[in-house]
């Protein structure tokens, strides 16, 4: 079966098998069943996969595909197999049936990321059966865990197995390369040469406890909301590091507009519904997402607590870090909870190449173009091995489908053209790494 079809059917098959990731470990029990399916996939054309897991049932999957010339530096593919949860009473259809319906695949993990999953499966095993190799060493790395962390997935493979990347130089992954349409017969294919740094922050506020019903001008909840309200309404400023600034040239000439670099907005607002990730990779940002206080309702308590989500650009996390600090002021504690740094490469090279060549290929109206993910992926844990990481999941969408909802969204789905034409890209782009 040629690639382009086996596609399809592993696709589905990864569709139907619920890994759902909550964060909690009694509840992930389908990864562990995604990586037993993979590692067939990869056992049956003769690769040597192994399992690995972090704690039972959070299950990775490794494989190395021998390239033609092994000496050379090695590239890593990555992808997740665990998705975020589904509601299926909001869905048209059941997010875990891998319904086939209108030129979509439909289900959970559509787009987040079994299609990628299954696009480097099918290749993978066409070329084996048809005996080509990849021109260097390609290591294979299906995951646990991205979705709550990649704490039990990518993070453990980093710290505990690093041997299996030995060599490993690049790597390509989730959120890019797939396309934007701009008008006209051109369209933009994001590729992710960088990614925001998530600092997840703390608010603490210290007051005087009492009755409700007294006067207290100490309340730790007032001191606290107006913090929050301060974070939440404030705009940061704009910031345009080599990632952003390129990718906004490029949108702005072939949007032919004129590119206003201190009011960058007017050239992202033209770009439709991907505006919201791109907007956000302007400048840092933070929003504040949680809020604990208090234990009944005529205590004042003594604390308060709020979470920040700050998503900060690539070398601005300390300048950040004091800007929250004055909008916040001192009678407030900040503490970090979770953090991870930016990342951010350069888009040239063979391998963005060899990246821009196959989609022209495939798509002669295809304007590759660099650009910032605002969220972060297993890269982030890739990374700390020095490896070099690029978002590059190629697929061709419909001018109006808006992909960028569809993640963690409600009737997540997958255009089967694209999926196919993911493979034939991704066939090229092998060729030439
Ligand atoms: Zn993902």
């Not at 992710?192 to 006067?215: F, V």
Request: glycine letters at 10%; hydrophobic letters at 40%.
């Amino acid at each position: 079966m040629d690639a382009t079809d086996e596609v399809i059917d592993i696709c589905r098959d990864l569709l139907r098998i619920d890994t759902t990731n909550t964060g909690d470990l009694d509840t992930s029990a389908g990864e562990r069943v995604a990586a037993e399916y993979v590692a067939e996939k990869l056992a049956e054309v003769g690769l040597q996969p192994e399992i690995v897991e972090s704690e039972p049932g959070r299950a990775s999957v490794l494989a190395r595909f021998e390239g033609a010339d092994p000496s050379r530096d090695a590239l890593l593919i990555h992808g997740h197999l665990d998705v975020v949860p589904a509601d299926a009473s909001e869905w048209s259809v059941h997010p875990f049936a891998g319904e086939l319906k209108d030129g979509y695949l439909w289900g959970r993990g559509a787009v987040d990321m079994k299609d990628f999953d299954a696009m480097v499966l099918a290749l993978v095993r066409q070329m084996k059966r048809e005996g080509r190799k990849p021109p260097r060493d390609v290591v294979l790395a299906f995951v646990a865990d991205e979705e709550a962390g990649s704490t039990y997935g990518a993070q453990h493979l980093v710290e505990h197995h690093r041997e299996h990347f030995d060599g490993v130089t690049e790597a390509i992954g989730e959120v890019g390369g797939f396309s934007v349409s701009v008008g006209g017969d051109q369209r933009l294919y994001l590729i992710e040469t960088a990614q925001k740094g998530i600092d997840w922050l703390r608010l603490h506020a210290k007051g005087r406890p009492g009755h409700g019903s007294m006067i207290n001008d100490d309340n730790a909840v007032t001191a606290l909301a107006e913090a929050v309200a301060r974070v939440g309404r404030h705009r940061f400023p704009v910031v345009l590091t080599p990632t952003v600034r390129a990718f906004l040239e490029q949108v702005s000439q072939v949007l032919g507009i004129e590119l206003d670099v201190d009011d960058p907005e007017v050239a992202v607002s033209k770009i439709g519904p991907i505006a919201m990730i791109i907007g956000a990779t302007l400048r840092n940002t933070a929003n504040p997402t949680r809020l604990a206080a208090g234990y009944k309702d005529n205590v004042i308590p003594g604390r308060a607590s709020a979470t920040i989500d700050c998503r900060t650009l690539p070398g601005q996390s300390e300048l950040f870090e004091e800007e929250l600090r004055r909008i916040v002021g001192p009678d407030i504690e900040l503490e970090y909870i979770h953090r991870q740094p930016a990342l951010e490469t350069t888009f040239d090279g063979d391998l963005v190449a060899a990246m821009s060549a196959a989609l022209r290929a495939e798509d002669p109206g295809a304007v590759p173009v660099p650009y910032m993910l605002s969220g972060g992926t297993d890269a982030k844990q890739f990374a700390r091995l020095g490896i070099r990481c690029f978002g590059f999941s190629p697929v061709r969408l419909p001018a109006d489908l808006n992909f960028g909802a569809l993640f963690h969204g409600i009737d997540e789905r997958i255009p089967v053209e694209g999926l196919q034409f993911g493979v034939r890209v991704l066939d090229r782009f092998l060729q030439q790494s």
